[in-house]
C-alpha cells in the first residue's frame, strides 16, 4: 500500500464518524476486523458490532466532527492524532482527543483499530 491509499483510507473512517454513516464505516474494515476502542477495553468484532458503535453515536449526537490533526504512516499502519467536537441532542458541546493507530491488510482494508482516549471526558461533558 502507498501513504496515499493508506490516508484515504484513514479519511475515510474519520469521515464517516462524523456523518455517522454505519455502513460507510463498516465497509472500510476486513471481515474479521478487531476495534480496541479505548484501549483497555475487550475489542469489538466490527461486522458484528458496526451497528452498536454507529447507534450510540447517533443516540447521543445531533452533529459530530472529527479533525484530523496529525497522521503518520509507517509501513501499512498508520498512527492518527485526532480531534473530535460535537453537540449533544440536548445542545451540550464536547470535545475530546485521542489518537487512533489502524493496521491495514493487504486488500486495502482495516484489520484493526487500538484508539486511545478516555470516554469519561465525554461523558463529564455531557453530564455537566
Sequence with gaps: MSPEQIETIVNSYLENISAMNAQGWVENFAEDALSYDPVG??????????QEFIGQLQAVFAKLEVTKEHLFIAGNEAAVKWTM???SKTQKTVSVEGITVLEINDSGKIQTTRAYW??????????S
Design 41 to 50: 477495553e475487550p475489542p469489538t468484532v466490527i461486522h458484528e458490532g458496526f
Design 85 to 87: 467536537r460535537g453537540v
Design 118 to 127: 478516555n470516554p469519561k471526558t465525554i461523558i463529564a461533558q455531557l453530564r
